[in-house]
C-alpha cells in the first residue's frame, strides 16, 4: 500500500521504533517473556541469539527453539483478545529486539498487504522448519540430530548465509534439543572436531566448518 509517494517496507518497519514499536536491548541470560504471561506484544530479532522453552506440569524444562536476526516471537499472541504465552524466552547473547504492541501489529497485518506476505512467508517456513524437526527425531540418529543443530545455530544450512560462531551453549542445552544425554553430544563433539566438522576459537567458542554438511546436507 502506498501513503503519497511512499511504498510500504516490512523491513524498514521491522527496523525502526515509532507508533506502538520499541526497540530494546536485552543483555545476556535476561529473560524476555514468561510461560504464561500475558501475550500483549510480538517481538522481532533484530539480533542477536534467543531461547524459546516450555516447563511442563511436572516441572520439567525442555528447550523447543533457538531463533536469530530475522525471527518472530510471541507472534501466537495475534489469533486471541487475551492470549497468554505458551513458552518461556530468554536471551543467549546481547539482544536487539524489536517490541510491537500486539493491536499495532494486527493493524499492520490487515492495512499493508506486503507486511502480510512477508508474514505469511514466514509463519509457512517456521512451520516446515517444524516439520523438518520433527523427522529429524524420528527418523535421524542423535549424532545427525547434533549436526543439523549445530548447523542451524550457525545458520550454515543455506549458501546465502554465512558462517558464523555458536553463541555460547550448554552441552546440557545441546543434549535437550538434540534429545539425548550430554555425555553423547560431549562424544560426538569431540569426533565432530577430530573430523575438522568444528574447531574451538576464543573464549571456547564453536565454528562450525561447512564440511559439516556432509553429514545432514540442509534443503
Do not use: W
Request: aromatic share 8%.
Amino acid at each position: 500500500m502506498a501513503v503519497g509517494n511512499d511504498v510500504f517496507d516490512p523491513q524498514e518497519y521491522l527496523s525502526k521504533g515509532g507508533f506502538g514499536k520499541t526497540i530494546l536491548q536485552v543483555r545476556k541470560n535476561e529473560g524476555i517473556f514468561s510461560q504464561g504471561d500475558l501475550g500483549d506484544t510480538v517481538f522481532f530479532v533484530q539480533k542477536g541469539k534467543v531461547k524459546l522453552s516450555v516447563v511442563s506440569p511436572t516441572g520439567k524444562e525442555a528447550t523447543i527453539a533457538i531463533l536469530g536476526a530475522g525471527h518472530f516471537l510471541g507472534e501466537e499472541c495475534i489469533t486471541s483478545d487475551q492470549p497468554s504465552r505458551t513458552s518461556s524466552s530468554r536471551a543467549l547473547t546481547p539482544c536487539t529486539l524489536l517490541r510491537i504492541r500486539r493491536q499495532e501489529f494486527v493493524r499492520t497485518l490487515l492495512e499493508q498487504q506486503m507486511m502480510s506476505r512477508m508474514f505469511i512467508k514466514y509463519l509457512l517456513s517456521r512451520n516446515s522448519r517444524i516439520q523438518a524437526d520433527l523427522v529429524d527425531q524420528l527418523f535421524n540418529s542423535s549424532e545427525k540430530r547434533l549436526a543439523r543443530t549445530l548447523l542451524l545455530l550457525s545458520q550454515t544450512g543455506r549458501e546465502d548465509m554465512p558462517l558464523a560462531p555458536l553463541p555460547r551453549i550448554s552441552q546440557a542445552t545441546l543434549a535437550d534439543m538434540v534429545g539425548t544425554t550430554r555425555s553423547r553430544v560431549s562424544y560426538f563433539m569431540n569426533r565432530f572436531r577430530k573430523l575438522g566438522f568444528i574447531e574451538y576459537s576464543g573464549l571456547n567458542r564453536i565454528q562450525v566448518n561447512s564440511s559439516l554438511l556432509s553429514m545432514v546436507p540442509m534443503q
